[in-house]
């Protein structure tokens, strides 16, 4: 289990590698584990910015 975050970006990405490594994420993502938490997560609902803080806003600086 200590690898599924990263077969679901391997497979989300379709990232290039081998056969068994495909199917290997495959089979973790397909364990009733993961589903089960897939579900859930998809359940789940917050507030993007919990603590409504009267600071001053700026964009990010991108290069």
């Not at 081998?18 to 938490?37: F, G, I, K």
């Not at 609902?45 to 919990?50: G, R």
């Amino acid at each position: 289990m200590f690898y599924t975050p990263i077969a679901a970006r391997i497979i989300g990405y379709d990232l290039p590698v081998s056969a068994a490594t495909r199917a290997y994420c495959e089979m973790l993502l397909a364990d009733p584990v993961v589903l089960r938490w897939q579900q859930q997560a998809r359940a789940v609902s917050y507030a993007t910015e919990p603590y409504q803080l009267d600071l001053p806003r700026a964009p990010w600086p991108i290069g």
